[in-house]
């Protein structure tokens, strides 16, 4: 079966410092990955999408950056955290065989102050 | 752009009654899916069930099932024998076929009282 994993489960970081959540999909082959963020009390925000290795989509401009060096990892980023990126980021993945559903790992919480 | 409307910020049930949530869907596609997450306090986000648009029966996985109404647009989530583990936020999702990207409503706030 399908696993996600994301890494750290939570963060806390001081404006201005680098970032880097790392998400890793086991027991399957070339899926669609995606980055969300929820602000508290919020709705998602996709902020990536890729469908391949170097295939990365931005969907909204910001400080942040996102990579996918290996089939099954993806990686979020920033080089300067700004307050305003605090927030729950969740990893997502879809397969190819699994009709438009995506799957969602455990989240990291991210705390700037 | 199709956009996903759910107009019940918050709700409440007691436990073991039966409540709706609703959502509506703006959209000119023919062909899609339709979803709805649950994110309890841990805030993963669980899929709960999933409605392809060509069915026209209604999904159903154990306590959860959804009225589905395509003309109207409408996909609302109906929980019976609400339990206390049902407390979350509730998202309904839209999803054209063959697209990569789905659209979320902004979600439901369910609490189930003892």
């Known amino acids: 079966s399908q696993t996600i994993h994301q890494w750290p489960a939570t963060l806390v970081q001081p404006v201005g410092s680098p970032l880097s959540l790392e998400c890793t999909v086991e027991?399957?082959?070339?899926?669609?990955l995606y980055w969300y963020r929820q602000a508290a009390g919020r709705g998602l925000q996709l902020l990536f999408y890729?469908?391949?290795?170097?295939?990365i989509s931005s969907e909204v401009p910001q400080n942040l950056s996102a990579s996918r060096p290996q089939d099954r990892q993806f990686i979020l980023s920033s080089k300067k955290l700004l307050l305003s990126d605090s927030g729950f980021y969740l990893c997502?993945?879809?397969?190819?065989?699994?009709?438009?559903?995506?799957?969602f790992g455990p989240g990291t919480r991210l705390l700037v102050l | 752009a199709q956009t996903v409307t759910q107009s019940q910020p918050e709700m409440s049930v007691q436990e073991a009654e039966t409540v709706t949530l609703s959502c509506t869907y703006d959209?000119?596609?023919?062909?899609?899916?339709l979803f709805w997450y649950k994110q309890p306090p841990s805030r993963q986000m669980i899929l709960v069930i999933r409605?392809?648009?060509?069915?026209?029966q209604n999904a159903t996985e154990n306590r959860f099932s959804v009225n589905f109404q395509k003309a109207a647009k409408s996909f609302s989530l109906k929980i019976s024998d609400s339990q206390l583990g049902d407390t979350a936020m509730y998202f309904c999702?839209?999803?054209?076929?063959?697209?990569?990207?789905?659209?979320f409503g902004r979600g439901t706030s369910l609490i189930v009282h003892p």
């Open positions: 997502a993945w879809r397969g190819d065989r699994d009709e438009e559903t995506q799957y």
């Open positions: 027991g399957t082959s070339n899926p669609n």
């Open positions: 890729s469908v391949g290795i170097g295939q």
């Open positions: 959209t000119s596609e023919n062909n899609y899916y």
């Open positions: 409605q392809e648009a060509y069915k026209q």
């Open positions: 999702a839209f999803m054209k076929r063959g697209s990569y990207i789905p659209t």
